[in-house]
């Protein structure tokens, strides 16, 4: 039966894992396929990160929609503000 490259490689990587584990366990039978069932803990540690590593990007993403949304918005009344500072120390450099 032929398989996708890819199913087929991983379907060998697995074969080669779960030999590993038969070394690893010193189990001799062939007829006994070691599987490591995964645990609760790293789970929950996993979910947690890609949580929190979301939650990162959304506050990153809204800051800088804040921020460009503030440059937007107040832009016509910082640059008055900035012109007029640079007028008074344009003054007093003069005198």
Same mark, same amino acid.
């Given at each position: 039966? !032929?398989?996708?490259?890819?199913?087929q490689?991983?379907?060998?990587?697995?074969? !080669?894992?779960?030999?590993?584990?038969?070394?690893? +366990?010193?189990?001799?039978?062939?007829?006994?396929?070691?599987?490591e069932?995964?645990?609760?803990v790293?789970v929950?540690?996993?979910i947690?990160?890609?949580?929190?590593?979301?939650?990162?990007?959304?506050?990153?993403?809204?800051?800088?929609?804040?921020?460009?949304?503030?440059?937007? +918005?107040?832009y016509?009344?910082?640059s008055?503000?900035l012109?007029?500072?640079?007028?008074?120390?344009?003054?007093?450099?003069?005198?």
């Open positions: 039966m !032929k398989m996708k490259p890819t199913l490689k991983r379907l060998d990587e697995e074969k !080669k894992q779960r030999s590993r584990y038969k070394k690893q +366990y010193g189990i001799e039978d062939e007829n006994v396929i070691v599987v069932k995964r645990n609760t790293k929950i540690a996993e947690l990160q890609q949580l929190i590593r979301w939650i990162a990007i959304i506050a990153v993403v809204l800051l800088s929609l804040s921020g460009l949304y503030a440059w937007i +918005y107040f016509k009344e910082l008055g503000g012109q007029a500072a640079v007028q008074e120390i344009q003054t007093l450099l003069q005198l």
